[in-house]
């Protein structure tokens, strides 16, 4: 008796659904241009007011007006989990208030004196579930 590996397939799951998903999350990657390359952080985020508050090693001025996140969990044995990338318009958050609160409530790396907080407002919304295959 021979043994299949197990077929793997993405299923796409609603804005809604995707959403959730990353709400319940808190750390991921910031994907944006920067001359001719495409720059990944880590970062940690939270989800508010339709909004996505990210904070993340990044020199603010790299940041431009338009950025992606991407989250996801992945368990590595089975390959199942889920997957969500959000993008949209990008600021950097620069009101000394708002920025004090979200260093005090949002965990984050430096990277020598980067460290910034940014607001992203998602206009698009992917996200699938990883799920295996019915036999």
């Known amino acids: 008796m021979s043994i299949l590996p197990a077929v793997l397939r993405m299923v796409e799951v609603s804005g809604a659904e995707a959403l959730w998903l990353l709400e319940g999350s808190s750390s991921g990657r910031l994907v944006y241009a920067q001359r001719d390359l495409t720059v990944i952080r880590p970062a940690r985020h939270v989800w508010e007011y339709g909004r996505l508050v990210v904070r993340t090693p990044a020199p603010a001025a790299a940041v431009p007006t338009a950025a992606t996140y991407h989250v996801d969990e992945i368990r590595a044995v089975p390959g199942t989990g889920w997957t969500v990338t959000v993008s949209g318009p990008a600021e950097v958050i620069t009101d000394p208030d708002e920025a004090a609160h979200h260093r005090r409530t949002l965990s984050g790396w430096a990277h020598g004196p980067h460290d910034t907080l ?18």
């Not at 940014?118 to 036999?135: D, M, N, S, Y």
Request: net charge positive; proline share 6%.
């Open 118 to 135: 940014l607001r992203l407002r998602p206009k698009t919304v992917a996200g699938f579930r990883l799920v295996r295959a019915e036999a």
